[in-house]
Every structure is written in C-alpha cells, then in structure tokens.
C-alpha cells in the first residue's frame, strides 16, 4: 500500500512524462492512431486502480507501455481483420519490455514530426501534438482555443484521417527535410507556448506544456540548434510572466518591476541560448532569445543594450522578413540612434500599408512621439490604437498613457 | 487525342465506391465510355480534405495543407505516380515544372 496522495502524484507525474511515449510506442506498432490513445487511456486507469493496492512500480513507464500494448493485443484479437497488427504488436512484445534507451526518443520524435507534419492543416498540427504528446483531452484543447468541443473533436478526426489515407510517413524525416521540418514543428509548439503566455487565466497550463515539450524536443535533437533556442526563448519570455500584467493592465517592459522576473529560469534560458550558439548555425529562434537575453539581463530599462538588440533586429528581418520584425526593429533604431530615426522606419512601415489594422503600429508611433513631447501628434496616434487593441489589458494600457500625456 | 476527365465537386454528397458502382446514373456512363471503347485509366481521387499543396521559391520548398483553392487557377493535367507516402510524392511533385510558378496538388488516389 501506498499513501493515495503520493500514487496520485506519481500518476500525474508519469501522465505528462509517459503520456506520449506509450502513444508513440503503440502507433508505431500498429498504425492505429485511435487504437493508440484508447489504450493508452486504458493503461493509465489501470494504474489508477493497481498502483494503490501494489504500490508505484520501478519504471512507471515501462509498467504503461506493456499494459497498454496487452491490452491493444486482447482488442487486436478480437478483430481477426488486424491480424496484421497483431503479428507487429506480437513482434514488439517479443522484444524487451522497455524498448533500448536510445530507442525511446525516437519514438516520440516520429510522433511530433508526423503531428507536425505541413500536409496538416496548421490548427490540426497544434491539437494533435497536444493530444497525442502531451496527452491533453479535446475538451481541454477546444477550451484554450475557444473553439467547441465538437470543432475540435471534428479537426482531430480529420487528422488522423488524412495521416493514413494521404499516406503522411511516420517517420523523423530525413536529414536534406529536417530544417524545413523542425521549423514546422517550433512554429507548433511556439503557438502552444504563446497560446497560454497570452491568457490572463484560462490557458496558462499550455505555456508549460510548450515549454515542457520544447524540453523533450531538446533532448531528441541535441545538435539542433534551433530546438535550443526555441526553449530559450520561451524560458526567458517566462521568466518575465508574473511582472506582465498588474491588476489586469499591460506593463511595458521598461516599466516592469524586475525584482520580480525569475532569475533561475532566466539563467537557463541563458545558459540553453549559449549552448545553440555554440553550434554556430544560427536560426530565427535562436536571434529571438537572443533579443529576450538583453532585456532579461539587462539590470534595469536605461541600461539595456538597444544597439545591440537594433543589429538582431536587422538578423532577425533578414533570416524571417516580416513587417512585424521591422516594426521592433524600428522601436530599437529609436532606443539605440535617436527617435527619429525609429520614427521614420515606423512612417516607411505605415506607407508600404503592410501593416494595416495592427494595433502596435500607432502605439508604437504613439510612444515614440510621446517621448519627442509631441503631445497632440502622440494622443491623436494613442486613439488610432485604441481604435484597433484587441484585449482589455491593451486596451486600458493605452487608454492609461492617452490620460497621461 | 486523349483526354482527362477532372471530377468536380462541392463535395456535399461523397457516395462510397459500392453505392457508385451501384449507381444506374454511374452503370450508364461507364457502358457508354467502354461501348466507345475510350477508356485509357483514371482514377477516383480521395476529397479535398486530404491533398497537400507544394511550390518551389527561390529554391526553397513550400507545402501547405490542402488545395490551392479559392482562385481561379484550374487543373492542367495529372500524373499517376506510386510512391512510398506523401513525403515521396511532395518530392516529386516539387520537380514538376508547374511547381515553379503554379502549384501541383497531391491527391492520393481512393483504392
């Protein structure tokens, strides 16, 4: 016997660790994606009912895969269409209980390229990985994404459906796609990672799922750099939450109280940002942590490094060009060489109308004109941004700095 | 002179190959076609849900979920290709001329 506190924690912590390694390892086995997730479902109510009578085993892990791959077999044999499956599944089961240790990354990393994989529809890739990697319920994915369950449970079907019948490869791809590949799949977990940085309440577990799974993507791809700067990123954006918003209004970052960002979790972001660059292969990820480094360890808002943050800026433009880049690139312009010369990057961006409705195109001209003491020019370009803010926070952030001037 | 026949649809109404070859409406052209002798192959494609988009730019391959739908580009022509799975037929498509400056949609074929 053990005390249920402590198998509960043990089954919430084997549920986030395992969870996609037991699907991994039974869609790999049978092709059956459906298959896959119900009984690894089924293994972890097992649990639920034996660990408390027997006690947590050795290798939680281990102890899922086999329950989940005995009970695929006695559904399998039910059906003696899948006599197929069965012979792969009898084959696995053949093999040790746990697959080799450097087998088990493999695993889930065929399953995160496959979610991933472009042919899906992009909504598609962001809800299978979190259902099939870090085993979250549909009810709980539609719920960040503000969308019915039934939308959501319908784009999940689909999925799985267009895996097999448009013959998407379960597979890591092969090193000439990986880069094109592994982009496909931080823009995923970028996406989960922001999705929960954004809400103010609701969403918040997905920012620790993006980072956790950024973690195991690290860990199965220790010479992509990219994979590192996409965790670094995310740390050292992470780090700043708690000091984000303060009774439900923005805070800028000049204006934030760095006592309270989390220097551990900025050290890492540091030190996991120094190891991709080492790699010397450097990727939009990695130029984005960068910048976030600057900010993180600069020890107060005079004191950072804007030239330095002007010339990412300019890498980052280069190696993903969008108007939104050029948009924070004019902001460091103006922190670095005058406010001027950010003003008129942010009239060239408006001109070329690549930025039409985008809120923090007159809020950024707005603050610029604000410290020109351009008074009536900054309040006039505060309302066109008020026009267009999509959250409450922004909203009475701005409203706040219109009052102020 | 040969032909292709483009199947198209709204997909609201997507019968199964059973109710298809069932079908009197379905029975009566394929009669005609084979009274005509004029069938070379084709193939039913898999709906729209399932095709993927591929374009070549500058060298760099771009692929995209779905058809490249909503304009007025249409249909040139098909190639049948086996392929061991999709990655093998985005490769190949991405060596298609028509990648280059259209697109070529990859449609597994409903067997």
């Not at chain 1, 097999?164 to 597979?171: L, N, S």
């Not at chain 1, 360890?297 to 002007?310: E, M, N």
């Not at chain 1, 707005?366 to 370009?381: H, K, M, N, Q, T």
Request: glycine content about 6%; proline content about 6%.
């Amino acid at each position: 016997m053990t005390a249920p506190q402590e198998v509960r924690a043990a089954i919430d912590t084997a549920y986030r660790n395992e969870w996609g390694q037991v699907v991994a390892t039974l869609i790999g086995a049978t092709g059956d994606w459906d298959l896959a997730e119900d009984c690894a479902q089924d293994a972890f109510a097992a649990a639920l009912s034996t660990w408390p009578r027997d006690g947590v085993p050795d290798r939680p892990g281990a102890w899922l895969t086999t329950t989940a791959r005995n009970r695929a077999m006695d559904r399998l044999r039910r059906n003696a269409a899948a006599s197929t499956k069965l012979r792969q599944l009898a084959v696995l089961s053949r093999g040790p209980v746990e697959p080799p240790v450097d087998a088990i990354p493999d695993e889930r990393l065929r399953l995160i390229f496959t979610c991933c994989h472009p042919a899906l529809p992009f909504p598609a890739r962001v809800a299978l990985t979190l259902r099939t990697l870090a085993g979250l319920t549909t009810a709980e994915i539609a719920k960040a994404f503000l969308t019915a369950e039934s939308t959501m449970a319908q784009r999940l079907v689909r999925a799985k459906r267009k895996i097999v019948e448009a013959g998407i490869p379960y597979r890591v791809p092969p090193p000439e796609l990986l880069p094109q590949r592994l982009s496909a799949v931080a823009a995923v977990l970028y996406l989960i990672y922001n999705q929960g940085y954004d809400d103010e309440s609701g969403a918040r577990g997905l920012a620790a799922e993006g980072i956790h799974l950024a973690r195991v993507l690290t860990r199965l791809l220790p010479t992509e750099p990219e994979a590192r700067g996409l965790l670094a990123l995310m740390l050292l954006i992470e780090a700043r939450r708690e000091s984000r918003i303060t009774n439900g209004v923005l805070v800028t970052l000049e204006d934030q109280d760095r006592s309270r960002w989390d220097r551990a979790m900025i050290a890492e972001g540091v030190r996991t940002l120094d190891d991709a660059l080492a790699m010397r292969r450097p990727g939009p990820y990695q130029v984005q942590a960068a910048i976030a480094a600057c900010h993180a360890t600069a020890p107060d808002a005079a004191a950072t490094d804007w030239p330095q943050i002007a010339a990412l800026y300019r890498e980052l433009a280069r190696l993903s060009p969008s108007p939104v880049i050029d948009l924070n690139r004019a902001v460091a312009v103006a922190m670095a060489d005058g406010i001027p010369a950010g003003l008129a990057l942010v009239d060239e961006l408006d001109k070329s109308g690549r930025l039409n409705n985008y809120y923090l195109l007159p809020a950024t001209r707005a603050d610029l004109l604000r410290r020109e003491g351009r008074v009536s020019e900054a309040a006039a370009a505060y309302e066109a941004a008020l026009e267009l803010a999509p959250t409450d926070a922004e909203r009475r952030y701005l409203t706040g700095r219109l009052h102020s001037l | 002179m040969k032909y292709v026949l483009l199947i198209c649809d709204d997909e609201t109404c997507s019968p199964s190959m059973e109710e298809i070859a069932a079908d009197p409406a379905y029975r009566a052209f394929a009669a005609e076609v084979d009274r005509r002798g004029a069938s070379l192959g084709g193939a039913r494609l898999r709906p729209v849900a399932d095709a993927t988009t591929v374009r070549v730019r500058d060298g760099e391959t771009l692929v995209s979920d779905g058809p490249f739908a909503e304009t007025k580009d249409f249909i040139g022509g098909i190639d049948i290709i086996d392929c061991a799975d999709l990655d093998e037929a985005i490769a190949i498509a991405a060596c298609h001329p028509y990648a280059n400056r259209g697109c070529v949609e990859v449609r597994p074929v409903w067997e």
